[in-house]
Nanobody, 125 residues
Framework: QVQLVESGGGLVQTGESLTLSCAAS????????LGWFRQAPGKEREFVAA????????TYAESVKGRFTISRDNAKNTVFLQMNNLQPEDTAEYYC??????????????????WGQGTQVMVSS
């Protein structure tokens, strides 16, 4: 079992930045590829970003490329999502996910085994 706890969400204005954190516990953190998904009201959950077990590979949704950066600190069992130039369409509940795989693209395709409770991000125009 892996427990994931997100934090860092909040209300910001268009163009501002936020950094989300996800703290993991339970199993060896570096065994897991990690990712972020989001779900806006009335919409399907969508992929945002993913990172490989040691951080050597990352992948992003087209809608956030150049604005968001995913990173991880295996010594602190934490994954981050730095979000810059936030837009109203980024408003959503953001979820951290994990899967014990080498292929980060599997997580990007929605193949994950663990997820957190989410943290809310609201961007006002």
């Amino acid at each position: 079992q892996v427990q994931l706890v997100e934090s860092g969400g909040g209300l910001v204005q268009t163009g501002e930045s936020l950094t989300l954190s996800c703290a993991a516990s339970g199993r060896t953190f570096s065994n897991y590829a990690l990712g972020w998904f989001r779900q806006a009201p009335g919409k399907e959950r969508e992929f945002v970003a993913a990172i490989s077990r040691y951080g050597g590979q990352t992948t992003y949704a087209e809608s956030v490329k150049g604005r968001f950066t995913i990173s991880r600190d295996n010594a602190k069992n934490t994954v981050f999502l730095q979000m810059n130039n936030l837009q109203p369409e980024d408003t959503a509940e953001y979820y951290c996910v994990a899967k014990s795989v080498y292929d980060v693209n599997r997580v990007a395709r929605g193949d994950y085994d663990y997820w957190g409770q989410g943290t809310q991000v609201m961007v006002s125009s």
